[in-house]
C-alpha cells in the first residue's frame, strides 16, 4: 500500500461503491489486511491516524476475522484487548457508531476466545463499570453496548468451536458476570428512568433483555412451545426477582416509553412471565409476584395505552398468553383482581377477533390461555368462581363469527395471502379451539348449526341453478369451508372432561352430518361445474381434512366399534349406520375429487393422502377391500375413469395413488387381486414394447413412460413381505428389456431417467428382507444383473454429455439415484458376488467400474454442496470399503488418493449418518491394513501390494485428526499400532 491516502479510497469504495468490480477490486486488494497475521500491526496503524470511518471499519473487522480464523499467541491477544479498551476510552465519543459497533465486537469476542486463557479477559465488566462512571452520554452508551455485544457474544456459539467448549465457556460467564450485568441493567434503568436520552434508556432495556433471554440450561427456548416456555433463572438471582421494583420498571417503562422501546419492556416482561416456579422462596412471593402481574396487565388493558401499535399489540398478547404456561388456573382465581382482569381480558380477546386482519397472527396466544383455562377446570378446588362459564361461550361465538367475516370481506390483494391457504397459520388458531367449543359444547355447537344452516341452504338452492353469481358462491363457499374446518378440529379431540360421552357423540354426530351434507350439494348440480375455481378447492380441502380427523376417532383401527351413540344419530339423519357405509362414502368423494380435479395438484395430493391413510389402516384397509367402488378403482386405475393420470403436473401424485393400490392388493393373503390390478399397467408395457425404434422419441412414449415408472415405483413401495415382491418380480421381470431400452433411448432426459432410476433404487432396496429368495433361485443374480446393464447404460450416456447451466437437475441427480441404486443392490445381501468372477461374469465389474466413473467427474465441491449427493456418494463408498475392498485397491493410484482423501470431507460434515458411513470406510481400510501388511510377513495379494505401494508413494494420505472422534476401536488400534511402526499417517496428502 502506497500511502494511508490510497488505502482509505480503497476502504471507500469497499463499502459505498456501487459498481460491483470496482468493489472487487478492492476486496481483494484489501483482503490480506484478514488473512494475514503480519498485517495486525498495520491495522493498529490505521486505527491511529486513519481519518476516514471506513478504513477504521476495515481495520477492526480484519483484526475480528484474524482473531476468529487464527491461533493468536496470547500475548498478542491481551496486547489488542487492552489496546481496543484504550482505544474506545480515548476515540470512542467521536467515532461512527457502526465503527464502535465493530471495535466492541473486537473486544468481546476475544474476550470469550480467551475466557480460561488469562483473568485479565474476564475484567471486561470491570472496564465496563469505567465507561459507565464517566461524566459523559457518550461513554455511558459505549459500556452498555459492550455490555451488550458481551451477553450476546457469550449465549450465541461460534463457527469452527466445538459446542462443548462454548457451553464450558457460556456457563462460566452465567456463573461469574451474568447477574453483575443484569443488576447494572436494572440500576440503568432507574437512573435513565427520567432521563431524555431514549438512546441510553433503549441499551439499558436491551441489556436487561438479553439477559433474561440468555440460555441458562444450554438449551434454547422455543418461545411459542410449552415445552420449553420456562425461563430457567439461577436460583442466585432469586432477590433480586422477588424484589417486586424489578418488575415494575419494565411496567413504568412501558408507560413512558414509545415504540420500539416500549416492546422491549414487555419482552422482559414475557421472559419474568415465564421464570420457574421453583425459584421463589415460597407459594406467599410467587403470589405476590402474580398479583403484581396481573396488576400491571389490567392497567395496560383498561387503558388500552400502546395497543395500537401492531408490535406492543403483538408482545402483549404473548404476555397473556404466557400465563398458561407457568400458572395454573387455580393460582389466578384466588388473586385479589381476578374477576376485573379476566374480564378485560375476555373483552380484549373478543376485540382481537372482530380485528382478524390486524391481529391474526396475534390471536393465536389468546385462545392458547383460554384453551389452557378450561383445560384446568376440573382440577380447581375451593370456591372462588372461575367464570369462564361466562366468558367463554362468548370468545367461541366471537370466534366463529370474525371467520365468516374475513370470508363475508372477500378475497386479499395476494391470493397465496388468504387465510385458508396458510396451512400453518390455520392449524395456529383452530388447535386450541376445540377445547372452548367442548367447555360448553351444547351451546357453543347448537350456536355453530345454527350459523351454518342458512349458509347451506343458500349452498343447497345454488346447486339447482344452471347458473348463478360467482362471487356470491365464492363468499358462501369460504364461509363453508371455516365451517367445515371448525367442526373438523372439534371432531378431531373425541371427548373431554365434564361431559358424557354418550351426549358429545350426539353433538359430534350432529355437527359432522352437516359437513357430510355438504359433500353431496358441493358435488351436484351448478358446484359440479366449479372443481376449477379456488373456492371450490379451498371447500373441499377442508372436507378432506374433516374427513381425515372424523376417520381417526370413528373410523379408524383404534374406534371400530366404541361410537355406537354417533352412528345412531347419523343413522337418524343420513342412513349411515355403520362404519362401512361411512367408508363407502368417504371413498366416493375421494372418486369424485380423482375424476375432477385435474388442473389442482393440491386438492389430487390431499385426496390421495386421505386415501392412503384409510389404506394402510389393518381394520379399514380390511373394510375398504369390502366395498364395490374399491374394486372398482383396484379394477379400473387408468386415465378414462381417472383424468389425473394424463395431466404431467400431477405425474408425481402418480406414485402415491399407486402405493395406495398396492397396499390394497397386498392386503388379502391370496394372488387374486394381483394379476387383474395389474392388466391396466400390463397393456401399457405392451403398447410400449412393440412400439418402433424409429417412433421411441415422441412425446406419446415419453410421457408414457414417466407415467408407467411412476405407477410401478409406487406398486414396490407397497410390497413388505416376500411373498408380495415375489409377485410382482416375476410379473416385471420379463419387461425389464423395456427399462433398459427407455434408459438408452432418453439418458438425456431427466423427467424419463429420474423416475425410472428410482423405480430401480426402490425395486432393489431389501426393506423388511422381503427380497429372500430360495437358495437354489437365481433371481437375485438376475435382478443384479438388470441393475448393471441399466447402471452401464446410463453412466456411458450421461458422462458422454455436455454440461448445462442447471446440471444438478440434468446430471448430479441422475447419478446419485444410481448411486443409492447400486449401494441397495451391493448391500441387499441377496447376491453371492463371488459368483461373477468365477464365471467370468462382468456385471458386477461393469456395476463397479461406471459407478467409480460418475463420481470422478463431479468435482468434490459439488458433492458436498448437494445434500442429496453427498448422501448417495458416501453410502456407496461405505459399501465399497466394506465389501468390496479388492476392487478400490486395484484401483489407479490417483484414483484410490482421490476416493481415500475425500472420506475426510466426509469424517467432517455435521451429518453423523455421513460421518458414521466414512468412519466405517476407513475402519474397513484400517483393518485390511493392518491383516494383511502390519501383521503379514509380506504383502501378497494385488490389493495388497497395491496398498502399500499407494501408502509408500504418498505417506501423508490418510488424514489424522477425525480419527478419534469418528473412528472405531479397531480404527484407533491401527493408528496407534502404524504409527508406531510405520508413521504413516500424519495428515493430508
Known amino acids: 500500500m502506497e500511502s494511508l491516502a490510497q488505502l482509505e479510497v480503497l476502504c471507500e469504495r469497499l463499502y459505498n461503491s456501487q459498481d460491483s468490480a470496482e468493489r472487487m477490486h478492492a476486496e481483494n486488494t484489501l483482503k490480506c489486511f484478514s488473512t494475514n497475521i503480519d498485517y495486525i500491526s498495520q491495522c493498529q496503524f490505521i486505527l491511529d491516524n486513519a481519518l476516514t470511518p471506513y478504513a477504521l471499519m476495515l481495520a477492526s473487522s480484519s483484526l475480528l476475522k484474524q482473531v476468529t480464523e487464527h491461533s493468536l499467541s496470547?500475548?498478542?491477544?491481551?496486547?489488542?484487548?487492552?489496546?481496543?479498551?484504550?482505544?474506545?476510552?480515548?476515540?470512542?465519543?467521536?467515532?461512527?457508531?457502526?465503527?464502535?459497533?465493530?471495535?466492541?465486537?473486537?473486544?468481546?469476542?476475544?474476550?470469550?476466545?480467551?475466557?480460561?486463557?488469562?483473568?485479565?479477559?474476564?475484567d471486561v465488566v470491570k472496564e465496563s463499570i469505567k465507561f459507565l462512571s464517566q461524566a459523559t452520554s457518550d461513554h455511558y452508551a459505549i459500556g452498555l453496548r459492550i455490555l451488550n455485544q458481551l451477553v450476546s457474544e457469550m449465549n450465541q456459539p461460534n463457527p469452527g468451536v466445538p459446542s462443548s467448549h462454548h457451553r464450558k465457556v457460556a456457563c462460566s460467564f452465567r456463573d461469574q458476570s451474568l447477574f453483575q450485568i443484569f443488576q447494572i441493567s436494572l440500576t440503568s434503568l432507574h437512573q435513565l428512568k427520567n432521563d431524555a436520552m431514549s438512546r441510553l434508556q433503549e441499551l439499558a432495556l436491551s441489556l436487561s433483555l438479553k439477559c433474561l433471554s440468555f440460555d441458562f440450561v444450554?438449551?434454547?427456548?422455543?418461545?411459542?412451545?410449552?415445552?420449553?416456555?420456562?425461563?430457567?433463572?439461577?436460583?442466585?438471582?432469586?432477590?433480586?426477582?422477588?424484589?417486586?421494583?424489578?418488575?415494575?420498571?419494565?411496567?413504568?417503562?412501558?408507560?413512558?416509553?414509545?415504540?420500539?422501546?416500549?416492546?422491549?419492556?414487555?419482552?422482559?416482561?414475557v421472559r419474568l412471565a415465564s421464570v420457574r416456579r421453583s425459584l421463589f422462596t415460597n407459594d406467599a412471593t410467587r403470589?405476590?409476584?402474580?398479583?403484581h402481574l396481573i396488576s400491571g396487565t389490567k392497567e395496560i388493558l383498561r387503558t388500552g395505552q400502546g395497543l395500537a401499535d401492531h408490535d406492543n399489540y403483538h408482545e402483549f398478547c404473548r404476555l397473556l398468553g404466557r400465563f398458561r404456561v407457568n400458572y395454573q388456573l387455580s393460582d389466578l382465581v384466588i388473586m385479589d383482581g381476578y374477576s376485573d382482569w379476566i374480564r378485560l381480558v375476555a373483552e380484549f380477546t373478543s376485540k382481537s377477533l372482530l380485528s382478524w386482519q390486524w391481529a391474526s397472527s396475534s390471536v393465536y396466544y389468546l385462545l392458547g390461555l383460554w384453551s389452557r383455562l378450561v383445560s384446568s377446570v376440573p382440577y380447581l378446588k375451593g370456591d372462588a368462581p372461575s367464570l369462564l362459564d361466562e366468558f367463554v361461550p362468548k370468545i367461541t361465538e366471537g370466534f366463529i363469527t370474525s371467520r365468516l367475516d374475513s370470508a363475508q370481506a372477500g378475497l386479499p390483494d395476494d391470493i397465496s395471502e388468504h387465510p385458508l391457504d396458510n396451512v400453518d397459520l390455520l392449524q395456529d388458531q383452530l388447535d386450541c379451539f376445540p377445547n372452548l367449543c367442548r367447555f360448553r359444547y351444547e351451546s357453543s355447537s347448537m350456536f355453530l348449526i345454527n350459523v351454518m344452516e342458512p349458509i347451506l341452504q343458500i349452498y343447497v338452492e345454488k346447486a339447482q341453478l344452471q347458473t348463478g353469481d360467482t362471487s356470491e358462491l365464492s363468499v358462501v363457499e369460504a364461509k363453508l369451508a371455516w365451517i367445515v374446518h371448525i367442526i373438523a378440529v372439534i371432531v378431531k379431540i373425541k371427548q373431554c372432561a365434564g361431559s358424557s360421552v354418550e351426549s358429545q357423540e350426539v353433538i359430534d354426530a350432529e355437527l359432522s352430518a352437516r359437513a357430510l351434507r355438504l359433500v353431496n350439494v358441493a358435488d351436484s348440480g351448478l358446484h359440479s361445474q366449479r372443481y376449477g375455481e379456488i373456492s371450490k378447492q379451498r371447500l373441499d380441502r377442508a372436507i378432506l381434512t374433516f374427513f381425515q380427523h372424523f376417520r381417526k376417532n370413528y373410523v379408524g383401527d383404534h374406534a371400530m366399534y366404541s361410537s355406537k351413540q354417533l352412528y345412531a344419530r347419523l343413522s337418524d339423519l343420513l342412513g349411515l349406520h355403520d362404519h362401512l357405509l361411512l367408508l363407502d362414502f368417504i371413498v366416493r368423494k375421494i372418486a369424485t375429487n380423482l375424476k375432477c380435479y385435474i388442473e389442482s395438484e393440491e386438492v389430487i395430493d390431499h385426496t390421495l393422502s386421505l386415501f392412503l391413510e384409510l389404506a394402510s389402516g389393518y381394520m379399514t384397509g380390511k373394510l375398504l377391500l369390502k366395498?364395490?367402488?374399491?374394486?372398482?378403482?383396484?379394477?379400473?386405475?387408468?386415465?378414462?375413469?381417472?383424468?389425473?393420470?394424463?395431466?404431467?403436473?400431477?405425474?408425481?401424485?402418480?406414485?402415491?395413488?399407486?402405493?395406495?393400490?398396492?397396499?390394497l392388493i397386498f392386503m388379502e393373503d391370496s394372488t387374486i387381486l394381483f394379476k387383474p390390478s395389474m392388466d391396466a399397467l400390463l397393456k401399457v408395457f405392451m403398447?410400449?414394447?412393440?412400439?418402433?425404434?424409429?417412433?421411441?422419441?415422441?412425446?406419446?412414449?415419453?410421457?408414457?413412460?414417466?407415467?408407467?415408472?411412476?405407477?410401478?415405483?409406487?406398486?414396490?413401495?407397497?410390497?413388505?413381505?416376500?411373498?408380495?415382491?415375489?409377485?410382482?418380480?416375476?410379473?416385471?421381470?420379463?419387461?425389464?428389456?423395456l427399462l433398459l431400452r427407455g434408459i438408452s433411448h432418453w439418458a438425456d432426459t431427466p423427467e424419463v431417467t429420474t423416475p425410472l432410476l428410482k423405480l430401480m433404487a426402490e425395486f432393489v432396496l431389501n426393506k423388511s428382507q422381503r427380497l429372500t429368495f430360495d437358495t437354489s433361485s437365481p433371481k437375485g443374480i438376475l435382478l443384479f444383473r438388470e441393475v448393471s446393464k441399466l447402471l452401464v447404460a446410463y453412466g456411458t450416456k450421461i458422462l458422454t454429455l455436455p454440461n448445462v447451466a442447471d446440471i444438478y437437475s440434468f446430471k448430479y441427480k441422475g447419478i446419485w439415484i444410481s448411486l443409492t441404486m447400486l449401494s441397495r443392490a451391493l448391500a441387499g445381501n441377496y447376491v453371492n458376488f463371488g459368483v461373477f468372477e468365477l464365471y467370468g461374469d462382468r456385471a458386477l465389474a461393469d456395476a463397479l467400474d461406471i459407478a467409480v466413473k460418475m463420481t470422478l467427474a463431479i468435482p468434490l465441491a459439488d458433492i458436498l454442496a448437494y445434500r442429496k449427493l453427498t448422501?448417495?456418494?458416501?453410502?456407496?463408498?461405505?459399501?465399497?470399503?466394506?465389501?468390496?475392498?479388492?476392487?478400490?485397491?486395484?484401483?489407479?493410484?490417483?484414483?484410490?488418493?482421490?476416493?481415500?482423501?475425500?472420506?475426510?470431507?466426509?469424517?467432517?460434515?455435521?451429518?453423523?449418518?455421513?460421518?458414521?458411513?466414512?468412519?466405517?470406510?476407513?475402519?474397513?481400510?484400517?483393518?485390511?491394513?493392518?491383516?494383511?501388511?502390519?501383521?503379514?510377513?509380506?504383502?501378497?495379494?494385488?490389493?495388497?501390494?497395491?496398498?502399500?505401494?499407494?501408502?509408500?508413494?504418498c505417506p501423508r494420505l490418510l488424514p489424522e485428526l477425525p480419527f478419534f472422534r469418528y473412528s472405531k476401536l479397531s480404527l484407533r488400534l491401527f493408528y496407534i499400532r502404524t504409527v508406531a511402526t510405520n508413521g504413516v499417517l500424519a495428515g493430508q496428502c
Open 627 to 663: 366395498l364395490d367402488s374399491v374394486k372398482f378403482i383396484l379394477l379400473h386405475h387408468h386415465k378414462e375413469h381417472f383424468p389425473f393420470l394424463e395431466e404431467y403436473r400431477c405425474s408425481r401424485s402418480r406414485t402415491t395413488f399407486y402405493y395406495t393400490i398396492g397396499w
Open 871 to 953: 448422501r448417495a456418494y458416501f453410502a456407496f463408498l461405505e459399501v465399497l470399503f466394506n465389501s468390496h475392498n479388492v476392487f478400490v485397491l486395484n484401483l489407479e493410484a490417483n484414483t484410490f488418493i482421490h476416493i481415500v482423501g475425500s472420506l475426510e470431507s466426509g469424517l467432517k460434515a455435521l451429518d453423523t449418518g455421513i460421518s458414521s458411513q466414512c468412519a466405517s470406510a476407513v475402519d474397513n481400510l484400517a483393518a485390511f491394513y493392518f491383516n494383511n501388511i502390519t501383521m503379514g510377513e509380506a504383502p501378497t495379494s494385488t490389493a495388497a501390494i497395491n496398498l502399500a505401494r499407494n501408502l509408500a508413494e
Open 218 to 269: 444450554g438449551t434454547t427456548i422455543d418461545e411459542s412451545s410449552e415445552e420449553f416456555g420456562t425461563v430457567q433463572i439461577p436460583s442466585s438471582w432469586k432477590p433480586l426477582l422477588e424484589d417486586l421494583s424489578t418488575l415494575e420498571i419494565f411496567f413504568d417503562y412501558y408507560a413512558l416509553t414509545k415504540p420500539p422501546i416500549s416492546k422491549e419492556s414487555l419482552e422482559c416482561l
Open 74 to 122: 496470547l500475548q498478542l491477544r491481551l496486547d489488542i484487548r487492552n489496546y481496543i479498551v484504550n482505544y474506545l476510552a480515548n476515540r470512542g465519543p467521536e467515532l461512527q457508531s457502526f465503527v464502535i459497533g465493530s471495535l466492541v465486537q473486537l473486544l468481546c469476542r476475544l474476550t470469550k476466545f480467551g475466557w480460561f486463557d488469562d483473568d485479565i479477559f474476564r
Open 687 to 737: 403398447t410400449l414394447e412393440s412400439t418402433p425404434v424409429t417412433m421411441f422419441r415422441t412425446d406419446s412414449v415419453k410421457y408414457a413412460l414417466i407415467g408407467l415408472m411412476r405407477d410401478l415405483r409406487g406398486i414396490a413401495m407397497a410390497t413388505n413381505s416376500r411373498r408380495t415382491y415375489g409377485l410382482l418380480f416375476d410379473w416385471i421381470y420379463p419387461h425389464m428389456p
Open 287 to 291: 403470589t405476590k409476584f402474580l398479583d
